[in-house]
């Protein structure tokens, strides 16, 4: 058998990976890290957010691959907040397992209604939002509410710039809302610890439409109130009542989304109490919420790859 050397002059062989496909600038240069896999609602919200993969609208949707799931979660935002579809979901579960990708769902729906205007935003975004009615997102002027039950305490009130006191989830919700006026109109209930009534929810959200209404981590607030009494946030029972508010009041506002995180995991749940706190919240979203479909396995290289490259 003849055989045949072949002689590559030195840099004439393969080119390397890196040249091939790119890496993001933060993975070139070595500073990215695997807990900005972690995204966080309330250091977005509050501009604290040290990565520009999480904090700029349209830095995070260029990293984001939109899979089946967050494309019919964005799909179904537009029609109910940008165009008041009635007959879109007024409330959504996001009910997964354990890094399934709640969080980061959340945040694009908020950066989606960041007043970005469209074009902006990378072009599979662009042709999604066309296809969804085409809202002129810069103008509509979205009120946001994040609200992340591990950064709220249930054991002190929120004191604000200008000193009033906020005690409650739905008392933090108005004044995200609206600031004071929002806050005002449901004062009363704030300060007595007890839901106000969908009436009253209904009225908050068609005065301060179109709006969408983030809670995360809920399960991790409720289980502080579990057995305790005196407590400035309301009663464990409260959280319940202000849930069947919650959902029934979205229903009544055309332009409105709630949009809950309730986990499957243990590790998220945090003992007795939070599996309690669980069970209350899932039993009352799931019997009005549209349920929302995480990322399948064949999806999830494409997430990170979207993230590194």
């Known amino acids: 058998v003849k055989r045949t050397t072949v002689t590559l002059d030195p840099g004439s062989g393969l080119r390397p990976w890196r040249e091939v496909i790119r890496p993001h600038d933060d993975v070139a240069r070595g500073e990215f890290t695997a807990s900005e896999f972690a995204a966080d609602l309330h250091l977005v919200r509050t501009g604290q957010a040290t990565s520009p993969e999480y904090g700029d609208p349209v830095e995070f949707f260029t990293r984001t691959y939109l899979t089946e799931g967050l494309r019919d979660l964005l799909a179904r935002a537009l029609r109910r907040v940008g165009g008041g579809d009635g007959n879109a979901s007024p409330v959504v579960n996001l009910q997964t397992n354990f890094g399934g990708g709640k969080t980061h769902s959340m945040l694009a729906l908020y950066h989606l209604f960041s007043g970005t205007p469209p074009k902006d935003f990378p072009q599979e975004l662009q042709e ?107 009663t464990f029972d409260s959280q319940g ?69």
């Open 128 to 234: 999604l939002i066309a296809e969804t009615g085409n809202p002129d997102l810069a103008a509509l002027g979205v009120k946001r509410v994040a609200l992340v039950g591990t950064y709220l305490k249930a054991g002190s009130p929120l004191i604000k710039d200008d000193g009033t006191e906020v005690r409650t989830l739905w008392g933090e919700m108005a004044w995200q809302l609206g600031g004071k006026k929002g806050f005002a109109m449901v004062a009363e209930s704030d300060q007595a610890g007890t839901s106000p009534g969908s009436a009253d929810l209904a009225d908050l959200f068609n005065k301060h439409s179109p709006c969408l209404i983030l809670i995360d981590e809920w399960v991790a607030y409720a289980r502080q109130l579990f057995e305790k009494a005196g407590l400035p946030a309301g």
């Open 241 to 309: 009542s202000f849930a069947q508010s919650l959902t029934e009041a979205a229903k009544a506002a055309p332009k409105c989304l709630v949009v809950a995180s309730i986990p499957q995991s243990r590790i998220e749940i945090g003992g007795d109490n939070g599996h309690k706190a669980l069970e209350v919240l899932k039993n009352i979203f799931t019997r009005v919420a549209k349920p929302w479909r995480a990322a399948t396995g064949d999806e999830g290289f494409e997430i990170v790859r979207r993230r590194l490259f």
